[in-house]
């Protein structure tokens, strides 16, 4: 028996496809949900910002119809220094239009205070939009690892904001196993999974280049997946998130993901269901 919680085709494993290709792609993988990357991880990076393409966007909202496909998360709201929520608006109400649930956000301003009281305000636009903004810690931004995600949290106290555990950043990260299970459940809306090797990068250069180019299989490298995941909900929906040229075209690594993760998910989550 498969394990039966919800799984979600990440965007940066399928980049180098357009909107309307990761939900055919998603559907033909298998996958109940896919997410979109509207804005870009770096300034140069790809991205496909539906909110300034209407034809691409009624494209994607066709191909979501005639799929079953809905989308997840939308990324990439990265909050610097120059904030300013209301640039954001046309990116909420495309998220809305694309009944997106979460939105992954990124930490940029080392002025803690200040970007606690960003996001607070990125939480109360979006909820209008039925939309809720997860922190993602990373080890090379501004909030690093998972104690600090949990005091900002705690500081921005809304209903609609959230926590993104990605395995990766959580094993590259100053973050501890006993403070996964100090996570309020509300907070946890889903999870991003890959595997990667047990040595980790000793440089911030190396870290980054790994997590976007380098990720393994679930199973496939040595990271304490077991240890993480069997920490957070059963029924918590999975993101598969797993950039690797070498695993094949866009379409092999959607479906070799969600197949690998299938399978890890089964063997280790759900041990029982395995060998019947």
Same mark, same amino acid.
């Given at each position: ?20 290709e990761?939900?055919?792609?998603? &559907?033909?993988?298998?996958? /109940? ?7 870009? %991880? !770096?300034?140069?990076?790809? *991205?496909? @910002? ?49 009944g ?5 956000? &990124?930490?940029?301003?080392? /002025? ?5 009281a960003?996001? %607070? !305000?990125l939480?109360?636009a *979006?909820? @209008? ?14 909030v ?23 395995a990766?950043?959580?094993d ?12 309020? &459940? ?69 479906r ?15 041990p029982?269901?395995a060998?019947r």
């Amino acid at each position: 028996m498969q394990d039966s919680r919800p799984f979600a085709l990440g965007p940066l494993t399928v980049l180098d496809l357009a909107p309307p290709e990761v939900v055919d792609v998603a &559907a033909r993988a298998g996958y /109940d949900y896919a997410g979109l990357r509207l804005l870009p %991880a !770096t300034p140069q990076g790809i *991205a496909y @910002p539906l909110m300034g393409d209407s034809r691409m966007l009624r494209e994607t909202l066709a191909r979501m119809r005639d799929n079953g496909i809905r989308i997840f998360d939308l990324e990439i709201v990265r909050i610097n220094e120059h904030f300013n929520c209301d640039d954001f608006l046309p990116f909420l109400e495309t998220g809305a239009a694309l009944g997106a649930q979460c939105i992954l956000v &990124a930490g940029d301003d080392p /002025d803690i205070s200040r970007f606690t009281a960003n996001f %607070a !305000t990125l939480c109360d636009a *979006a909820a @209008p939009f039925n939309l809720k903004p997860n922190i993602e810690f990373m080890p090379w931004t501004a909030v690093p690892n998972l104690q600090l995600a949990l005091d900002i949290l705690r500081a921005a106290d809304r209903s609609n904001a959230g926590l993104l555990v990605d395995a990766i950043h959580f094993d590259r990260s100053d973050s501890h196993l006993d403070d996964l299970a100090k996570i309020p &459940a509300a907070w946890l809306q889903y999870a991003q999974i890959c595997d990667a090797p047990a040595e980790k990068p000793t440089s911030i250069d190396e870290l980054i280049r790994a997590a976007r180019e380098e990720r393994l299989l679930p199973g496939e490298g040595g990271m304490p997946l077991a240890d993480i995941f069997s920490r957070l909900p059963a029924a918590l929906p999975l993101c598969v998130e797993i950039p690797n040229p070498q695993l094949g075209t866009s379409e092999e690594r959607a479906r070799r993901g969600l197949e690998a993760t299938r399978r890890w998910c089964t063997e280790h989550l759900n041990p029982q269901e395995a060998f019947r």
